[in-house]
C-alpha cells in the first residue's frame, strides 16, 4: 500500500511539474515609427491631457524563443493617455515566429516624455494565448523601453508555459 501510495505521489508531482514549469524568455525589439491615424484627442479636462491611439510593427533585434521557435516580429496596438509629461499605455500584442505561429499578449506600462519627444518606460506583459504549436501558452514579464516619435527598441524578459502536449492535442 505504502509503495502505490509513493508512485501516485510522485506520478502526480511530476504531472504538476510538467503543467506548471516555467520557461525563462528575454529578447530587444526594435519598433518603427508608430502609426498614428487620428490625431491626438485633447480630453479638456486639463492642460495636456490627451489620448492617442496608435499601431506599430517591430522586429527582434537580439534572438528570443517561444517553445524552441524563433520570434520574429510583433504587431503592437496601443492607447496612449498623456498628461503633461507622463504617460500610460495600454496595449495588444500579437508575436509572430518564424514558422509562423502566433502568440497574444497585452502590456501596460507607465513613462516620462522628455524635450524633443524622447521617452522612457516601464511596464509588464501578460501572453494570454497563441495558434499551433502555442496554443495554450501563458506567461508574464516585465519590459523597458526607450525612444522617440521615430521609434523606440524595448527589452523584455520573464516566463511563460506551455501545456501538456496531451492538452493542447485534445483542444485540436
Partial sequence: MKLSTLNLITLTAALTGS????NYISGTVKC??????????EVG???SH???VMKMTCRYITPAQLAGLKLTTESVAELTEIVGGKFQDRGYVV????????????????GIMKEGGAFTDRGTWTITDGTGKLRGIKGKGTYKSSG???GEV??????????PSSAVSAKE
Fill in 95 to 110: 508575436i509572430a515566429t518564424e514558422n509562423g505561429d502566433k502568440a497574444y499578449a497585452h502590456t501596460q506600462d507607465t
Fill in 148 to 150: 522617440s516619435s521615430e
Fill in 19 to 22: 503543467v506548471s514549469a516555467q
Fill in 50 to 52: 490627451v489620448l492617442m
Fill in 32 to 41: 518603427g515609427k508608430p502609426d498614428i491615424s487620428q490625431p491626438p484627442i
Fill in 154 to 163: 524595448s527589452q523584455m524578459e520573464g516566463e511563460y508555459s506551455l501545456p
Fill in 45 to 47: 479636462d486639463r492642460a
